[in-house]
């Protein structure tokens, strides 16, 4: 192998940043999602492919931005581009009306159109094609999340022979949820083409397992610890659990910098009195707003003598707003936040502060760092990476978190966060109440438990163990291109 023209081979069903029309140009505007907030680190400056949908509708002449923003990231990025009617059948149809709310539970909101099936797998043979024009014989092909669970079986079919993986961000559902899938065996045989598949949490592997046994012909299954081997047929397959994180040491540094220490003062002067809990989540079903909003609500209730003394902040980045259901989500959530705001406003006290757009890092950092409580409530959720730049951002050591059960990221922060159901509105009420009335010992106990947790297993610890399960390598493997130090 040659470590110095080995790529490291990333496919995503969106490049690493967001496209917005000015006049007749397209502006580059960096991504905000998990994703794109695990992995730019990790792949900057060191030459390798980050394969994607440019989030534009046909095929745009916008090979000037991918340049730029190759050149200010060190890897090429490279486009896959989708019609309209590939957005709406293969992205908003089989990935976001069937894949995403079944694997979170959320069966109801499945939209099994059967025409879906067949776009998603011509939109990941596309998406194969463009992998086999950028792959070379040594290069790892890393595919990640739920729009491309076929990738593999669909690069096979162009006779590429290449080292892959794959890694869901998303949960992976019981069995007696997955069962309900349509296309749950055409799924499960696609991803077998993958020589490892990784997951969030030991239960997404175990629940993964568990539908191969069902659903999967003569399959067998040796080792036990982080990796499991499958077997089928002649194939072998990896399977293993990696929780992603985050870049501790960038969110603890950017947190302590002068320009989020002077935006956190502005937001002290905004709300000058009380403790803040802040709620940071995307638009989306899954998140469990509604419920957190009740939560809070039912605190002013049982405790009128914390009115003045707190003050919800609730941060709501927009998505999938062209879907109907999330549209409908906005609608309710504001109306709460109307109702709660209109039975308990006094004079110089608004009890939610209520935002609905995207933020600067600076801006986000400085709320992560101002917010004695961070509320992070969702309904399931692959790992949650919200709770862990809380973490990193907390530089006086004196925040609270209370967090989801069913995040993923409760396996690894339950020894320094308060857990909850996000169902019980009474449990959270009462769990934000505790919060409030921690001592400021016991508050910085938890937290430095919370950033131990999250500095020792940081996002260069995540890809090192998923690259050493996959390859016996690790990110050292795909070495820097002379621009910046190694980590």
């Not at 593999?152 to 949960?171: D, Q, Y």
């Not at 993958?194 to 659903?215: E, H």
Request: contains cysteine; aromatic residues 12%.
């Amino acid at each position: 192998m040659n470590r110095d023209t080995r790529k490291l081979i990333i496919a995503s069903n969106r490049l690493p940043f967001v496209l917005e029309r000015k006049g007749d140009s397209w502006n580059l505007v960096p991504g905000s999602g998990g994703l794109v907030t695990a992995l730019a680190p990790v792949l900057r400056d060191r030459g390798g492919v980050w394969i994607g949908w440019p989030g534009i509708s046909g095929t745009a002449d916008i090979s000037d931005q991918l340049e730029f923003a190759s050149n200010s990231a060190g890897y090429a990025m490279k486009p896959v581009y989708l019609e309209e009617k590939d957005v709406r059948q293969y992205y908003i149809g089989l990935s976001n009306e069937v894949l995403w709310p079944l694997f979170h539970d959320l069966q109801s909101y499945c939209n099994f159109d059967p025409s879906y099936w067949q776009s998603y797998i011509d939109i990941n043979a596309r998406f194969a094609k463009v992998i086999k024009e950028n792959v070379g014989t040594e290069d790892f092909v890393w595919v990640h999340d739920y729009h491309l669970m076929c990738t593999a079986s669909e690069l096979k079919r162009t006779g590429i022979s290449v080292n892959t993986g794959f890694f869901l961000h998303i949960p992976f559902p019981s069995l007696d949820i997955y069962a309900k899938l349509p296309w749950r065996r055409e799924i499960l045989n696609a991803m077998l083409h993958y020589d490892i598949i990784g997951f969030q949490t030991l239960r997404d592997r175990r629940n993964f397992a568990q539908c191969l046994r069902t659903f999967v012909d003569d399959i067998s299954f040796e080792g036990k610890g982080q990796v499991l081997t499958a077997s089928t047929g002649e194939r072998t397959i990896r399977i293993g659990y990696f929780p992603i994180s985050i870049d501790y040491g960038e969110f603890s540094q950017l947190a302590g910098s002068r320009e989020v220490a002077d935006a956190a003062w502005y937001i002290h002067e905004d709300i000058p009195v009380g403790k803040i809990v802040l709620g940071v989540d995307r638009l989306d079903y899954t998140k469990g707003i509604p419920y957190r909003l009740r939560a809070f609500e039912k605190l002013l209730e049982k405790h009128p003598e914390l009115h003045r003394k707190i003050t919800l902040v609730q941060i709501v980045v927009p998505s999938r707003r062209d879907i109907p259901v999330y549209e409908d989500l906005k609608i309710e959530i504001e109306r709460i936040v109307g109702e709660i705001n209109g039975r308990f406003t006094r004079s110089g006290w608004v009890p939610i502060h209520y935002i609905f757009r995207s933020l600067s890092r600076p801006e986000l950092l400085a709320y992560y760092r101002t917010a004695e409580i961070a509320l992070i409530t969702p309904l399931k959720d692959g790992m949650n990476l919200v709770a862990k730049e809380f973490c990193a951002s907390n530089t006086e050591q004196s925040g609270v978190l209370i967090l989801s059960e069913f995040a993923g990221a409760a396996s690894q922060l339950r020894k320094g966060a308060i857990l909850v159901n996000p169902y019980n509105i009474e449990e959270v009420s009462d769990a934000i109440y505790a919060a409030w009335s921690l001592d400021i010992r016991e508050r910085r106990d938890r937290m430095k438990k919370l950033q131990g947790s999250v500095a020792r297993n940081d996002i260069f610890w995540w890809v090192n163990s998923f690259l050493n399960a996959s390859i016996s390598g690790n990110l050292d493997d795909f070495p820097l291109m002379g621009y910046l130090e190694p980590h």
